[in-house]
């Protein structure tokens, strides 16, 4: 019968070891936790590591968004929040692949150019930098059609002078938009023409750059490097090196007269 006891006895030591060396395990393994998690980073730290472009962004948008609406923003202001926010986007979509594709999607709709930088070279025919833009001209984008669509209008009130539209491409890598204007609407009338004939037209009428023209002759079609768009503005840089702010309106607001 004793080699029952001592069993039993010796189980229920061990038992009572255990039981009493729990305290301290208990504290050994949080002790060991709390070391394995100093090493690691926390998503909320990680995110404000890579995300330390997005408070500028939100400041120059702020900036851009007040200059849209009222157009009281000084445009020295205006501009170098354009380019402070091109330099931020360009790192803000090298760090997060899809947010060319956040841009391509929010630039569906149609938007009022509000202010221009010019071209090189109507800046340095006027001596001065264009800013905000002085008529009406309206640019829209479909993304649903299959190629996507792009049109660019001057509208005097609630009638457009001239329309040109046509299919676009965009390089998500580079945020490049390339595209093509394939039919020109002048006063209401519609007809075919051919890109080189469009980038002239549209030089003449403030819609395009001189190098859209100097392009077509060399085989390449007009672009937009774009920085950015949402629910309120777009901005880009043309190809002929000027910056521009357009500002959200609805579908129905691009066909009747705003102040």
Same mark, same amino acid.
């Given at each position: 019968g004793r080699p029952l006891l001592s069993t039993r006895s010796s189980f229920a030591v061990s038992q009572q070891q255990q039981q009493?060396? /729990?305290?301290?395990? &208990? !504290?050994?393994?949080?002790?060991?936790?709390?070391?394995?998690?100093?090493?690691?980073?926390?998503?909320?730290?990680?995110t404000k590591v890579s995300n330390e472009y997005d408070v500028p962004i939100a400041d120059a948008i702020s900036i851009l968004n007040t200059a849209a609406k009222s157009k009281s923003e000084d445009p020295e202001?205006?501009?170098?929040?354009?380019?402070?926010?091109?330099?931020?986007?360009?790192?803000?979509?090298?760090?997060?692949?899809?947010?060319a594709s956040e841009v391509l999607r929010d630039l569906d709709g149609s938007w009022r150019l509000v202010f221009t930088t010019g071209t090189k070279t109507t800046q340095d025919r006027i001596k001065k930098t264009v800013n905000y833009f002085p008529v009406k001209a309206v640019q /829209?984008?479909?993304? &649903? !059609?299959?190629?996507?669509g792009i049109?660019?209008?001057?509208?005097?009130?609630?009638?457009a002078l001239v329309k040109f539209s046509g299919p676009f491409d965009f390089n998500l890598t580079k945020?490049?938009?390339?595209?093509?204007?394939?039919?020109?609407?002048?006063?209401?009338?519609?007809?075919?023409?051919?890109?080189?004939?469009?980038?002239?037209?549209?030089?003449?009428t403030g819609l395009g750059s001189e190098s859209n023209v100097a392009n077509s002759e060399k085989g390449k079609r007009p672009f937009f490097?774009?920085?950015s768009a949402d629910e309120t503005i777009a901005t880009a840089r043309g190809g002929g090196g000027g910056l521009a702010l357009w500002k959200?309106?609805?579908a129905e607001e691009s066909l009747v007269s705003e102040s």
């Open positions: 009493g060396a /729990s305290p301290s395990s &208990s !504290t050994s393994l949080n002790i060991f936790q709390d070391l394995l998690k100093s090493f690691q980073s926390s998503p909320s730290e990680k202001t205006v501009v170098t929040a354009l380019e402070d926010l091109e330099k931020l986007m360009r790192q803000k979509c090298k760090a997060e692949p899809n947010a /829209s984008f479909d993304t &649903s !059609t299959d190629p996507y049109e660019n209008g001057i509208y005097l009130g609630d009638f945020r490049k938009l390339e595209f093509d204007f394939t039919k020109i609407a002048l006063l209401g009338f519609e007809i075919t023409i051919k890109g080189e004939d469009a980038a002239k037209i549209g030089a003449s490097n774009w920085i959200r309106i609805e």
